[in-house]
């Protein structure tokens, strides 16, 4: 997988300085670039459903992204921010601080649009909340097709990517790819498809660091995105979980070593795996942190203690769709009841 440098200027706020940093981008299978970090949107589940942005706070949060750096955020359809990422662009375009082909905005079809012919309509809705011309990367967000009322669809994730690939066709879409399959699901869009994934978006963090499917993916061309890149490092789902914390040994030794802070370790290791992080947070100082890592690099035996905390553990396992035959993960014996269905 080629590996292009470019630089971005990366703003220090408290001090009032500038500093250039070199931010790596992957080559895709279509020969367009992917910043090598992205900005996560996705702002929650709750018991009213999607956790949406209040005062425009989303908006003003990938603003400031893009005055530190970032050129790369990840949204869908489902986490309804493609209007407030949209906006921000716009607005930094018209402020002369960016140009429209300086960012990447990667966002995703929803399960209840899975048919051939929904498919085009839906990345029509999102171009428009985005007020864009284009999308850099669509992605089928799941393998599973929903109707819907939410019950579960006879659809063939196979039409669904049919109707991705009509889309880069259209030109609508730069670039088109996968989330959350798995290798034997990718396998069969790799073998039945007409263009090949350009990347997929699955959970690598220290617990989980599918080391197999990310060499896999690789291996053919498929950059690999990593969701939920800090793991146990942060509270899951309101409390704490097992794993690693901010204060483990081993990460606070490497971390001490380069002057960094644990997260910003975390992320470096994604890095080094050539695994393109997509970190959340709305909080400045965390913002400018997250993207402060492409100064130093790990040691490959560096590398290897943190692959050492590999415990196999997903956060995201929505077992509420184990029964679809289109499931990608292991099913556990006492699923949660699905969120998208009010009783």
Same mark, same amino acid.
């Given at each position: 997988m080629a590996v292009c440098a470019r630089l971005l200027v990366l703003s220090l706020w408290g001090l009032g300085l500038a500093s250039t940093m070199e931010v790596p981008s992957l080559k895709m299978n279509n020969g367009r670039d992917m910043p090598a970090i992205g900005l996560g949107t996705?702002?929650?589940?709750?018991?009213n459903g999607v956790v949406t942005s209040k005062n425009k706070q989303l908006r003003d949060v990938v603003m400031r992204a893009i005055d530190v750096g970032y050129r790369h955020f990840d949204t869908a359809s489902v986490y309804e921010t493609e209007q407030e990422i949209g906006e921000a662009v716009k607005m930094k375009v018209e402020e002369g601080v960016v140009k429209r082909e300086d960012i990447f905005i990667t966002t995703k079809l929803w399960n209840t649009q899975h048919r051939r012919t929904e498919v085009a309509q839906a990345i029509n809705d999102s171009l428009k909340k985005?007020?864009?011309?284009?999308?850099?990367?669509? $992605?089928?967000?799941?393998?599973?097709?929903?109707?819907?009322?939410?019950?579960?669809?006879?659809?063939?994730?196979?039409?669904?990517? @049919?109707? $991705?690939?009509?889309?880069? @066709?259209?030109?609508?879409?730069?670039?088109?790819?996968?989330?959350?399959?798995?290798?034997?699901?990718?396998e069969r869009v790799l073998k039945e498809g007409t263009i090949k994934p350009d990347a997929i978006q699955i959970e690598v963090h220290l617990q989980n660091v599918q080391k197999e499917m990310v060499?896999?993916?690789?291996?053919?061309?498929?950059?690999?995105?990593?969701y939920s890149p800090f793991g146990s490092l942060v509270a899951r789902h309101g409390s704490t979980v097992e794993g690693p914390k901010m204060d483990d040994p081993v990460l606070s030794s490497i971390a001490q070593k380069y002057g960094k802070t644990t997260p910003q370790i975390v992320l470096r290791w994604q890095i080094e795996r050539k695994v393109?992080?997509? *970190?959340?947070?709305?909080? *400045?100082? @965390? $913002?400018?942190?997250?993207?402060?890592?492409?100064d130093?690099?790990?040691?490959?035996?560096?590398?290897?203690?943190?692959?050492?905390?590999?415990?196999?553990? @997903?956060?995201?396992?929505?077992?509420?769709?184990?029964?679809?035959?289109?499931? *990608?993960?292991?099913?556990?014996?006492?699923?949660?009841?699905?969120?998208?269905i009010k009783v």
């Open positions: 996705y702002l929650g589940f709750d018991q985005l007020g864009l011309d284009y999308i850099d990367l669509y $992605l089928m967000h799941w393998p599973i097709g929903l109707n819907a009322d939410y019950s579960h669809s006879d659809v063939d994730f196979m039409e669904t990517w @049919r109707g $991705l690939e009509d889309a880069q @066709r259209m030109g609508i879409v730069k670039g088109i790819g996968l989330s959350n399959f798995n290798k034997q699901q990718l060499e896999f993916c690789q291996s053919e061309g498929v950059v690999v995105m990593g393109v992080p997509i *970190p959340k947070t709305v909080n *400045p100082k @965390r $913002l400018e942190e997250n993207i402060n890592i492409f130093f690099t790990l040691t490959p035996d560096e590398v290897e203690k943190i692959n050492g905390f590999d415990t196999h553990t @997903r956060y995201t396992l929505p077992s509420f769709w184990q029964n679809h035959p289109y499931y *990608p993960f292991d099913k556990v014996d006492n699923p949660i009841a699905d969120p998208f």
